[in-house]
Every structure is written in structure tokens, then in C-alpha cells.
Nanobody, 118 residues
């Protein structure tokens, strides 16, 4: 089992920045990929970014590339999502997910709300 705890959400004005954190515990993450997803009201959950824990390879959704950046802290077992130039359409619940690399996401956090006001 991998436990994931997100934090860092909140209310921000358009153009502002937030950094989300996801603290992972329960297992060694060397064979895992951690990712960020988001779900806006009435919409499906969508991919934001992911990082392969073992080698740090990252991928970002095209629509958010350049504004959002995923990173990790090995010692803290924590993955971050730096979000800049936020827009009202970025308003959503942001979830952290983890899974064995190549096998999808098996574990999810409880989510953290991000609200961007215009």
C-alpha cells in the first residue's frame, strides 16, 4: 500500500501561483510513477503531469506545459506541482496518484481544491 497526502491547494487570483505537495508513504517508490490529475465540476478527471521516481523523467499535459512543473524530493518522498500563471479554468480538485511504472495508477490521495478567481 502507498498512502498519498496532498496539500497546498487554496484560493488564488488569476495570474497567481500555487505549489501543491503530495507526501507518499508506505512503500519504496523506486519502481513507481507518481502523477497529478485534476477534476473540475461536471468534467472527467484529466492528466496533468507525471514523474518516474527512479530516474526523474517527467511528462506534462500539452495544455499545461510551460505553466505547470512536476518535481520530486527523494529524501522527503514528496512530489510537487508548481503551478504558475493560473487561470480560472484551472479550478479543480487536484489529485495525486501512484502506481508501478507502466501499470497505471493504483493509489490515490484525497485531493486538494484549487480555486482560481478572475
Amino acid at each position: 500500500q502507498v498512502q498519498l497526502l496532498e496539500s497546498g491547494g487554496g484560493l488564488v487570483q488569476a495570474g497567481g501561483s500555487l505549489r501543491l505537495s503530495c507526501a507518499a508513504s508506505g512503500r519504496t517508490l523506486s519502481s513507481y510513477t507518481l502523477g497529478w490529475f485534476r477534476q473540475a465540476p461536471g468534467k472527467e478527471r484529466e492528466f496533468v503531469a507525471r514523474i518516474v521516481w527512479n530516474d526523474g523523467r517527467t511528462a506534462h499535459a500539452a495544455s499545461m506545459k510551460g505553466r505547470f512543473t512536476i518535481s520530486r524530493d527523494n529524501e522527503k518522498n514528496t512530489v510537487y506541482l508548481q503551478m504558475n500563471s493560473l487561470k480560472p479554468e484551472d479550478t479543480a480538485v487536484y489529485y495525486c496518484g501512484a502506481g508501478v511504472t507502466g501499470l497505471g495508477y493504483s493509489y490515490w490521495g484525497q485531493g486538494t481544491q484549487v480555486t482560481v478567481s478572475s
